[in-house]
């Protein structure tokens, strides 16, 4: 099993800064790619950024220059640091782990139960 706790979320004023943290545990082995998506209300989930197994990462052109997606050495917590928040932010946002199963080698994807970001003043 795979678990991913994510915290960080909250609510903060337009310009602030957030940093979101999800911690992944359990059958993690052949970790393909991490990354975090996020949902507003009546929209469909989307990629905010992504890094992979490689150290490569993509960022949607809406979180360009303001977000930052990094992780730990052990490639078990991936963070997202987010500047210049805008009201347009506001959404759940999920941890994504993608993982390769040896068995199989199908990829499988994991998702956190998402956490609330809100941008308002």
């Known amino acids: 099993q795979v678990h991913l706790v994510e915290s960080g979320g909250g609510l903060v004023q337009p310009g602030g800064s957030l940093r979101l943290s999800c911690a992944a545990s359990g059958s993690i082995a052949n970790i393909n790619a991490m990354g975090w998506y996020r949902q507003a209300p009546g929209e469909q989930r989307k990629l905010v950024a992504r890094?992979?197994?490689?150290?490569?990462?993509n960022y949607a052109d809406s979180g360009k220059g303001r977000f930052s997606i990094s992780r730990n050495n052990a490639w078990n917590v991936v963070f997202l640091q987010m500047n210049s928040l805008k009201p347009e932010d506001t959404a759940v946002y999920y941890c994504?782990?993608?993982?390769?199963?040896?068995?199989?080698?199908?990829?499988?994807?994991?998702w956190g139960q998402g956490t609330q970001v809100t941008v308002s003043s």
């Open positions: 890094i992979s197994k490689g150290g490569s990462t």
């Open positions: 994504y782990l993608g993982i390769i199963r040896s068995t199989s080698g199908y990829l499988i994807d994991y």
